[in-house]
C-alpha cells in the first residue's frame, strides 16, 4: 500500500495493553490515527468504512479503560470490527481483511481471543453478553476467568425485537452488565456536545447512584436551545411511561448522551462505570457515521460499505460489466409490475440499498415499508398485506431469511398467504463469508407444503420469475438469485408467466444428464463444452422449481440416460435430496439409475472470491465435469489406458 499515513502512536501500540500506558491526550492523538489507518486499509481491501469511522474512539476508549480480553467486548453485528482489529494484535494482517486466507470481516472467535463472540447478523450483542455475565457470576471454567462484560449495540441494531428480549432478561436478572448504544444516525451538534461535557464532568466525580439524578437535571440547566438539542438527543429512546426512558423502566441505570468522539468524555464515564456500577447499565453515544471522511460523510449511507477506493477522492475502483446485476434487474422488473398493478407493494428489512428496494422507494414511496432490522415483523407485516388482498414482495438476503423463519411456516404458509420472497444472495457471496452465505433457503423453504420455489438460472430467469411469482395468487412463492453481475444474456421486454413446476431442457445430449436448479447452470455449460471435446454430450436441463418438482422432466432423464446429476448452490437437503426421494419412489433405483447430487459441503467456507470459493465447494465447471465422468467411468478407463 503506498501513501501511508504517519502514525507514531498507533505504531507504539499495536496491542490493548500498550494504550493502558498512554496518556489520555495520546489517546486522542492515537484515536486521529486510527481513523487514519482505518480509511487507508479499507481502500485497498474494500469492505464496511463508515461505522468503524464512526467509532475510532470507542474501542480505543474501550480497550484502554477495560482489562481486554479478560474483560469481555462484543461489538454488535461487527460493522465497527475495523478499527478493533487494528487495535489487538491483527494490524499487520489488515490488508488481508474479507480475502481468502485473511482476516475475516466480522467478530470470529478462531481468530483472536479479543473476539469472544462471532457477530455478523445484528442485534445479538446484548445477550451474548448477559450470557457471559452470568457465566462470569456462576463460576464457569476457570480458564474463562471473564471479568467485566461490555456489549456494544448501533441504534440500528437495537430496532430489533431480538435486542429488546436481551435488555428485558438483563434488566430482570440485574448483572452487572454495560450496554453502549452507538446511536450514529443523529448529528452531534455544538448543544449536544455542550450538554455531554457538563454530564461528563459530573459523572467523573460524583458517586455512582448520583448519575441518573444529575443527567436527569442537567438539562434545565441548559440554555433552551441547549436544553431541545439534549431533549431531541433523548428523544430516541423516550418511552410512553412515566417516569423515565424505556431502559430505565427495564432496569438499566441509563447514562444518556454522552459525546462519542470526545475522549475525555467517554474515559470518564467508563471509568466511573467500571469502578462503580453494580448492575445493568446503558450508556448512550452520540457518533458520526463516517467521521474525518468527507466523501463518507457525504454519501447517503455514509460509506457503510464500499468497494475498494482512492483514499483522497473516495472514488471507487469498481470492476467494469457490461451485464446488470441481478439485484437491478429485480427492482427494474418489480416496478414494472407495479405499474400497472397497484397492489403491488414491497417489504425490506433495513437493507433497501441492497435489494435495490431504494429504487422501488423513489418511484412508490407510499407501496414500498422497510420495516428496520425485523425479518420476523417484516414477514408477518407482509403476510398481513397479503391476507388483506395486496401482492407484496418481501426482498430480504437469504442469510437474513433465516431469522424469520418461524414466521415464514406459521404466519404465511401455514396460511396459505401469497406473500412473494425476493431472496437475494442466494448461494457463496465471497468478502463477507460464511455468515453471509446463501446456504439453507432451499431446503428450509422446499419441505414447506405447497410453497413454490425458484431459482434463476440468469437475468433473463430472473425476469421470468419477477413475473411468474407477480402472478402466484393462491400460495406462497420464492425466487432465489445470487450476489453480483448476470452473464450477459439478452433481457426479454416481458417476463413470461412460467407454468408452475416445469423445468426446460437447455441441450439434448446422451449417456448422462446434469439437472440444473439455479446460477450453476453456466458452469454446466462450460463443463458440457470441455466433455464434448471427449465425445461425450450430457444432456443439460434447467429445473427451475424446486418445489414444486417436474417430474416429467426428471422421470424422463432418469429413462433416456445412465446417469443423472443435480446441482445447486445450496446445502444437503435441499433440491438433490427431492429430486432423490421423488426418484426413490418412483422405483427408478431399482432398474440401475446412477444418480449423484452436488451440493454445498457440509461445512462452513471461509472468505474468498467466489470462483475460488465454489472452487472450494467442488462446485466449478471443472468439478462438474469430473464427476460427468467419475459416474460414466470414464476417469478409470483413462488410469487403464495410461
Known amino acids: 500500500m503506498t501513501d501511508r499515513p504517519l502514525t507514531p502512536l498507533l505504531d507504539r501500540a499495536p496491542m490493548p495493553e500498550d494504550l493502558r500506558r498512554l496518556s489520555d491526550s495520546d489517546l486522542t492523538r492515537l484515536a486521529h490515527e486510527l481513523r487514519a489507518e482505518t480509511i487507508s486499509v479499507v481502500s485497498e481491501t474494500g469492505g464496511h468504512l463508515g461505522a468503524g469511522l464512526g467509532v475510532e474512539e470507542l474501542p480505543v476508549a474501550l480497550h484502554a479503560g477495560f482489562n481486554t480480553p479478560k474483560d469481555r467486548l462484543s461489538w454488535d453485528v461487527s460493522h465497527l470490527r475495523y478499527p478493533h482489529k487494528i487495535l489487538t494484535g491483527r494490524r499487520d ?3 488481508t481483511l474479507r480475502k481468502g486466507g485473511g482476516l475475516s470481516g466480522f467478530t470470529k472467535r478462531s481468530e483472536s481471543a479479543f473476539d469472544p463472540f ?3 447478523h445484528s442485534s445479538t450483542s446484548i445477550s451474548a453478553g448477559l450470557g457471559f455475565a452470568v457465566a462470569r457470576d456462576l463460576g464457569g471454567a476457570p480458564e474463562h476467568g471473564i471479568g467485566d462484560v461490555v456489549a456494544v449495540i448501533g441504534d440500528g441494531a437495537i430496532s430489533a425485537g431480538m435486542a429488546y428480549e436481551g435488555l428485558n432478561n438483563a434488566g430482570h436478572l440485574g ?4 450496554v453502549i448504544l452507538n446511536d450514529n444516525e443523529m448529528s452531534i451538534d455544538r448543544p449536544v456536545g455542550a450538554m455531554s461535557t457538563y454530564l461528563s464532568g459530573l459523572y467523573a466525580g460524583a458517586p455512582f447512584q448520583e448519575l441518573k439524578a444529575a443527567a436527569k437535571g442537567a438539562v434545565s440547566l441548559l440554555p433552551q436551545p441547549f436544553q431541545e438539542g439534549a431533549r431531541r438527543a433523548r428523544e430516541l429512546v423516550n418511552a410512553a411511561t412515566v417516569g423515565g426512558t424505556l431502559f430505565e423502566e427495564l432496569g438499566f441505570s441509563y447514562i444518556w448522551p454522552i459525546d462519542g468522539h470526545d475522549m475525555d468524555q467517554l474515559l470518564a464515564v467508563l471509568r466511573t462505570v467500571k469502578t462503580r456500577a453494580d448492575g445493568p447499565v446503558l450508556i448512550h453515544a452520540i457518533t458520526k457515521k463516517g467521521k474525518g471522511f468527507p466523501p463518507a460523510e457525504r454519501a447517503a449511507d455514509k460509506g457503510h460499505a464500499t468497494a475498494k477506493f482512492d483514499p483522497v477522492t473516495g472514488d471507487q475502483k469498481k470492476p467494469v460489466s457490461n ?3 441481478y439485484t437491478k434487474v429485480f427492482a427494474e422488473r418489480l416496478i414494472r409490475a407495479a405499474e400497472v398493478d397497484p397492489l403491488v407493494t414491497a417489504v425490506t428489512a433495513a437493507m433497501p440499498g441492497g435489494t435495490g428496494l431504494n429504487l422501488f422507494g423513489e418511484r412508490f414511496p407510499s407501496r414500498c415499508f422497510d420495516v428496520g432490522i425485523a425479518e420476523q415483523h417484516g414477514v408477518t407485516f407482509a403476510a398481513g398485506m397479503a391476507a388483506g388482498g395486496l401482492k407484496p414482495f418481501c426482498a430480504i438476503y437469504s442469510t437474513f431469511l433465516q431469522r424469520g423463519y418461524d414466521q415464514v411456516v406459521h404466519d404465511v404458509a401455514l396460511q396459505r398467504l401469497p406473500v412473494r420472497f425476493a431472496i437475494d444472495r442466494a448461494g457463496l457471496v ?3 463469508g460464511p455468515t453471509h452465505a446463501g446456504a439453507f433457503d432451499i431446503a428450509f423453504l422446499a419441505n414447506l407444503p405447497d410453497f413454490v420455489v425458484m431459482a434463476a438460472a440468469d437475468e433473463a430467469e430472473l425476469v421470468h420469475m419477477v413475473a411468474t411469482a407477480h402472478a402466484i395468487d393462491d400460495r406462497p412463492s420464492a425466487f432465489r438469485f445470487p450476489r453480483g453481475e448476470g452473464v450477459g444474456v439478452d433481457l426479454p421486454e416481458q417476463g413470461q408467466v412460467l407454468e408452475i413446476g416445469r423445468g426446460r431442457i437447455v441441450e439434448e445430449g446422451a449417456g448422462v444428464a446434469i439437472l440444473s436448479f439455479g446460477a450453476r447452470l453456466q458452469e454446466c455449460r462450460r463443463a458440457a463444452e470441455a466433455l464434448s471435446r471427449r465425445g461425450i454430450l450430457p444432456t443439460i436441463a434447467d429445473a427451475r ?7 416429467d422432466l426428471i422421470l424422463s432423464l432418469a429413462e433416456e440416460h445412465e446417469a443423472l446429476i443435480t446441482i445447486e448452490e445450496g446445502a444437503v437437503g435441499g433440491f438433490g435430496s427431492h429430486v432423490a426421494q421423488l426418484l426413490a419412489e418412483a422405483g427408478v433405483f431399482d432398474r440401475g439409475l446412477t444418480f449423484r447430487s452436488m451440493v454445498l459441503p457440509d461445512t462452513f467456507l471461509d472468505q474468498d472470491s467466489p470462483a475460488k470459493m465454489y472452487a472450494a465447494a467442488a462446485m466449478s465447471a471443472a468439478h462438474i465435469e469430473a464427476k460427468v465422468l467419475d ?12
Do not use: H, M, Y
Open 93 to 95: 494482517r489488515a490488508l
Open 545 to 551: 422449481f424446486a418445489k414444486p418438482l417436474d417430474r
Open 118 to 120: 462471532g457477530a455478523a
Open 175 to 178: 448483572k452487572r452488565l454495560i
Open 430 to 432: 465471497g468478502a463477507d
Open 323 to 325: 451485464a446488470p446485476s
Open 631 to 642: 459416474v460414466l467411468g470414464v476417469a478409470n478407463l483413462d488410469e487403464r489406458r495410461a
